[in-house]
């Protein structure tokens, strides 16, 4: 069974440019976030994506946006890079009514470390 | 808002020894509560979850935590501590077990296990 995706796993981007980074959930799994973790710092959410809508929002600007796709996958999109988008994005993919032992949990892949330079 | 706050920066402690990792936390309503670890240069693993039921939480890797409500703690605990423990620990809240719900975590406590 696969646990959360994320691709790619480092990449290096020029202040201004765009960047996409993408994941694939976990199996069985309906719900993805985006969280962006700073050096030294917690994980902040970004944003959630249910039946390909955002359904929930951080404390983020509009130029992070996101997109899910029907197989449930998603996209994180950030615009206009600053120095300060350099942190380490973190998918995370749950089922949004699963109930058990393994419900409500929600699991991380292991992240796209991003650096703007 | 929901919080959680990690007052350690590190935790040090003799390989064999039993540890403590400590977390407090401020909801509105019934908490729900995770315990995570991360590796150097890796994503977060999933240890441990306080949903309901018993205060005391058994989670992976021997890991265990205690849901103390009047003091609203959550403390991450092992009894005998190895070596390939020592990473950083994150505790989170998150506002209902079902839903729309985001996750909100704590600083982030480094442990470091000692031979």
């Known amino acids: 069974d696969a646990g959360v995706t994320q691709s790619p796993t480092h990449l290096i981007k020029t202040r201004g440019q765009q960047v996409t980074l993408r994941c694939s959930p976990k199996s069985g799994h309906d719900t993805v976030s985006w969280y962006q973790q700073a050096l030294g710092q917690g994980p902040q959410f970004i944003f959630q994506y249910y039946e390909e809508e955002e359904r929930q929002r951080g404390n983020f600007p509009d130029r992070f946006s996101g997109h899910q796709f029907p197989n449930y996958s998603s996209e994180l999109n950030v615009n206009a890079l600053l120095l300060g988008d350099s942190a380490l994005y973190l998918c995370?993919?749950?089922?949004?009514?699963?109930?058990?032992?393994?419900?409500?949990?929600?699991?991380f892949g292991e992240g796209s470390w991003l650096t703007v330079v | 808002a929901q919080s959680v706050a990690q007052p350690e920066d590190q935790v040090n402690v003799a390989e064999g020894n039993p540890l403590t990792v400590k977390c407090t936390y401020s909801?509105?309503?019934?908490?729900?509560l995770f315990w995570y670890v991360q590796y150097p240069n890796r994503g977060l693993q999933f240890l441990l979850k306080y949903i309901t039921g018993d205060n005391l939480v058994k989670g992976s890797y021997g890991f265990e935590a205690e849901f103390n409500k009047s003091q609203t703690s959550f403390h991450l605990k092992k009894p005998s501590a190895l070596v390939s423990d020592s990473a950083l620990y994150f505790c989170?809240?998150?506002?209902?077990?079902?839903?729309?719900?985001?996750?909100?975590f704590g600083t982030g406590t480094r442990l470091l296990v000692s031979p």
């Open positions: 909801v509105s309503g019934n908490p729900y």
């Open positions: 995370a993919s749950s089922h949004i009514y699963r109930q058990g032992p393994s419900g409500n949990t929600i699991y």
């Open positions: 989170a809240v998150r506002d209902s077990p079902t839903g729309f719900q985001k996750l909100v």
